[in-house]
């Protein structure tokens, strides 16, 4: 199945808004028919080659028809916010092959983000914009060495995992046990294990601070090492370490344009504490453990509460700080993809521009060729005094009322802990002083934003 596409012959020209609006309409519906079989979306790619005309970065995707829909009636279009199903779960990951693996921050930078791309070659695995990757990672070789060192085993022992099936110890500390960041709990079942009075009282119900403090950046390996000797049995690892878990990425590509792939933007944890260099588990495998052309287990998840107006033709504002701006990237090229006409408003912030301005070429491709209507950006370290997004947000004040009056969708994705806190109290105090109605009616407003889903968060 081909699907049509009315400007492909444009030759290296964009379309225009009244013929993006024709096309998007038909393709908006094509691809819900597509979703209704919960097939993949594999267009017979003009849309390559009108992307990679324009300056995408389309090289790694190959392009080809092997649609195998059956046609069948379009569902409403409610049914977008549809979950997918998948038979690859946590428990039963998708071996994925990684594309790209690629740094998106400058040498000079003092983080290490990293844009990912990961293989998708299978009918079964279909995402939405918004939605979210599991990726399992394994801990790094020199964590397994150390800890395997200081209980005094080879590796070589036999253990039950977590579900009674025998492997060696060595594969149970890579892939099965959380040696990482310490669990309160892992302090718990340990202390249990023996009679350190030291470590009863740190366990003790009345010492709740004094314990947070003591996980604070300490991982399973300093607990050996400042008690040693209680493990005596290889299979006592099970009872005191929590499981590994899988971590969540924000997806930031869109199936539309890439049908074969799924991408995410990655901040490597990276950070020395009590005398040790510790890297996050999952990031720390994606920075230095996930080289172009290797394997990594992954799922699919899906977050109906991010999702993309069902009306294409409606205004989006996306505030998407740090690795806040996967979903939105994923967003702009959803809508590039289907061609929707909605206006689109990106705020961005990092610390510096020269090092850290995530996806700047594209973004800035994408307002020149009127996909992003607006960017703001703000760089937080590049002058003396903090510049963040919710002060770019103050500045355009009264643009940002006028959009949502004109029925915004107000989006936030990253930090949960201060700034998607900030950028809604912006928000109100916006509301407040453009409508000049005051604060209370900034909350009844935001209130009603959000009983009509047009304010939604993905922070974490
Ligand atoms: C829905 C969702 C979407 C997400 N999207 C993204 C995304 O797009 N991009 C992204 O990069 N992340 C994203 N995350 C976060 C991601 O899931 C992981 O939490 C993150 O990569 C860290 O995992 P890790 O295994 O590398 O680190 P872990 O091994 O889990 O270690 C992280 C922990 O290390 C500790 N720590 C970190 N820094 C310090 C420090 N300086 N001092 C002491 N302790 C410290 C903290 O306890 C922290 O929680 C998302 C999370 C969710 C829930
Ligand atoms: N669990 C983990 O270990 C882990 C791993 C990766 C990412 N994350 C989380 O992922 C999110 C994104 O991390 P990131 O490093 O990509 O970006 P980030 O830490 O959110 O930083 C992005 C930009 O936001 C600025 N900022 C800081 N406080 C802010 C506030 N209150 N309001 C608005 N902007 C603010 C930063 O400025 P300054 O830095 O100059 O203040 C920086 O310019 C954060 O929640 C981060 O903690 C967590």
């Not at 012959?9 to 013929?19: F, G, H, K, Q, V």
């Not at 299979?235 to 199936?255: E, G, H, N």
């Not at 967003?331 to 610390?351: C, K, N, P, V, Y």
């Not at 521009?353 to 995530?358: I, Q, R």
């Amino acid at each position: 199945m081909r699907v049509f596409c009315c400007f492909m012959d444009t030759n290296a020209r964009l379309p225009s808004r009244e013929e993006k609006r024709d096309c998007g309409v038909r393709n908006v519906h094509t691809y819900i028919q597509m979703q209704t079989e919960r097939q993949r979306f594999r267009m017979s790619f003009q849309w390559g080659d009108l992307v990679s005309a324009h300056g995408y970065d389309t090289s790694h995707v190959t392009f080809k028809s092997r649609n195998k829909t059956t046609q069948r009636d379009a569902m409403e279009p409610q049914e977008q916010q549809v979950a997918h199903k998948s038979k690859y779960t946590r428990n039963s990951p998708f071996q994925s092959t990684v594309l790209v693996n690629r740094l998106l921050t400058g040498a000079a930078s003092e983080k290490e983000t990293r844009h990912i791309e990961l293989s998708l070659d299978t009918p079964e695995m279909t995402y939405t914009p918004g939605d979210a990757v599991g990726i399992l990672p394994t801990n790094r070789p020199e964590a397994v060495a150390e800890v395997l060192q200081a209980l005094g085993f080879t590796g070589e022992e036999r253990v039950k995992d977590h579900y009674g099936v025998e492997i060696s110890l060595h594969e149970a500390v890579e892939s099965r046990l959380a040696v990482g960041k310490l669990a309160r709990g892992s302090v718990n079942s340990y202390a249990k294990l023996t009679d350190n009075a030291t470590l009863k009282e740190l366990t003790a119900p009345e010492n709740r601070a004094r314990i947070e403090e003591y996980l604070w950046g300490r991982e399973f390996i300093d607990l050996l090492v400042e008690h040693p000797g209680v493990i005596a049995e290889p299979q006592q690892l099970f009872t005191v370490l929590q499981r590994l878990t899988p971590r969540m990425y924000s997806i930031a590509s869109s199936q539309a344009m890439h049908p074969d792939a799924v991408h995410t933007t990655v901040r490597v944890v990276r950070y020395d504490a009590h005398g040790r260099h510790r890297q996050g588990v999952c990031s720390g495998h994606m920075g230095e453990r996930a080289p172009e052309g290797g394997k990594l287990p992954i799922f699919l998840h899906s977050n109906n509460n991010f999702r993309l107006p069902v009306d294409p033709t409606a205004p989006i504002i996306m505030i998407g700080p740090g690795t806040g701006v996967a979903p939105f990237r994923a967003f702009l090229q959803h809508r590039m993809a289907l061609a929707e006409s909605g206006d689109t408003w990106l705020f961005f912030g990092e610390q510096r521009e020269a090092t850290d301005f995530l996806y700047k070429e594209e973004f800035q491709k994408m307002a020149a060729d009127g996909v992003l209507t607006r960017l703001d950006v703000a760089f937080s370290r590049d002058q003396a005094e903090k510049l963040y997004v919710q002060h770019r947000m103050h500045q355009q004040a009264k643009g940002l009322y006028r959009w949502l009056e004109n029925g915004a969708y107000f989006y936030v994705c990253g930090d949960a802990s201060r700034m998607a806190k900030d950028v809604e109290t912006a928000l109100l105090e916006t509301i407040a002083s453009e409508s000049g109605k005051g604060a209370e009616h900034a909350a009844e407003y935001l209130a009603q934003m959000k009983k009509q889903k047009r304010y939604q968060r993905d922070v974490y």
